[in-house]
């Protein structure tokens, strides 16, 4: 049976992509100064003022107005009423709550006379997911895998020079046909690509085509592929002049574009702490793991979390019937081979690290452009043993 699948990237000049950078990018300058530190960072952006909201404890001094204007600059919003050295921005961050602070800081089991990895507790209740499959090198959907390569070839013209006349704003979209479970060919391709004024519409095609859209390998590709190109017929106002921007607005571009369940919580702007964003890391490098060693095609994993509770309150793995043991088995893999409290995995996963900037834009997975230590598969081995 053939059926088609869509996902959607957008560039990390998008509105929303721009706060998930400078939220990630005031992140990054926090834990360079202070490894320990506890922050949640968001940004609102709209017409001609940012707005940077959040709480911080830290002992760190970090200019955040100055961090700001730099990540506008170095995403290309040099002109217009939103340029790095023309928008007003508005600085309203605080201490973190000692409410929350106080289950974070000492856990349920430490104040029980727990052992120290029950140091930490999770930042916040929720669940968490991470997913893997075999459609691509990078054990991604290829969907998403694709529409996030032609968003970063997308600022890569625009900043290159190659494509001059791109501005930073931008999106993607793939659709992709199966044959049953099985990726056969590239149906519909849609690019909307902020632009000058000085060129016209059939020229911006005619460069997309040629620049952009080579990214996708050419066996995908047939004479019945579609091409949207700007399908508006013109981009000329893009970025928060357009349209507003939000922190934590794309999670599903910042994961595995709809293939998968999502827990809801968003990642950028957020210390290790909040499992909403390390507890996922986590995820997806378990998932990882076990398509790698093959011992599932597909993995999808949720953990569950309490505030100011280590241990997870569950541990969930469904294979989709391609599993080579049972969830349960796979289940208790996880639980054995992958450290799953706060302080564990933070360590495990090296987080307390400036890393976070690199991902706010064009996933948070399946990024072979990075080093990111949710991505490897060292626990391969450790999986095939306990599973024997």
């Not at 001094?61 to 508005?90: H, L, N, P, S």
Request: charged share 30%; net charge negative.
């Amino acid at each position: 049976m053939k059926k088609l699948f869509t996902s959607e990237s957008v560039t990390e000049g998008h509105p929303d992509k721009l706060c998930d950078r400078i939220s990630d990018a005031i992140v990054d300058e926090i834990l360079k100064l202070d490894p320990n530190a506890r922050c949640a960072i968001e940004c609102c952006a709209a017409s001609d003022r940012l707005m940077l909201m959040g709480e911080v404890s830290a002992n760190a001094q970090v200019d955040y107005e100055g961090v700001a204007r730099r990540t506008i600059k170095e995403i290309g919003y040099d002109t217009g009423t939103f340029a790095y050295d023309k928008c007003g921005v508005t600085v309203s961050i605080h201490r973190q709550s000692p409410d929350i602070a106080m289950g974070v800081d000492s856990s349920m089991e430490n104040k029980a006379g727990g052992a120290p990895e029950d140091l930490l507790g999770a930042g916040d209740q929720g669940m968490m997911f991470g997913y893997a499959c075999r459609e691509t090198e990078e054990l991604m959907p290829l969907p998403i895998s694709l529409a996030h390569k032609l968003a970063l070839r997308l600022t890569e013209a625009q900043k290159s020079g190659t494509l001059p006349f791109l501005r930073p704003d931008g999106k993607t979209q793939v659709t992709v046909e199966y044959d049953g479970k099985k990726p056969v060919r590239v149906d519909t391709v849609v690019v909307s690509a902020q632009h000058d004024e000085s060129i016209t519409q059939e020229f911006l095609k005619k460069e997309i085509m040629k620049n952009v859209i080579c990214v996708i390998p050419e066996n995908l590709l047939d004479e019945h592929t579609k091409y949207l190109i700007n399908p508006t017929g013109r981009f000329l106002i893009g970025g928060p002049e357009g349209d507003s921007g939000l922190t934590g607005r794309k999670i599903i571009v910042d994961t595995y574009g709809g293939r998968c369940a999502h827990g809801g919580g968003a990642f950028s702007g957020k210390d290790p702490t909040k499992v909403d964003r390390s507890a996922a890391y986590m995820a997806r490098y378990a998932a990882k793991n076990i398509v790698a060693a093959g011992l599932a095609d597909k993995c999808e994993i949720e953990l569950a979390y309490a505030i100011g509770v280590p241990e997870p309150v569950s541990v969930y793995v469904e294979t989709f019937g391609t599993g080579k043991a049972s969830e349960e088995r796979l289940s208790e893999a996880v639980r054995h081979i992958f450290e799953l409290r706060p302080a564990q995995l933070i360590n495990a996963l090296d987080l307390r690290r400036p890393i976070y900037r690199q991902t706010a834009a064009y996933g948070h997975f399946g990024r072979d452009d990075l080093d990111l230590p949710w991505e490897r598969t060292d626990r391969v081995e450790a999986l095939k043993d306990f599973l024997k």
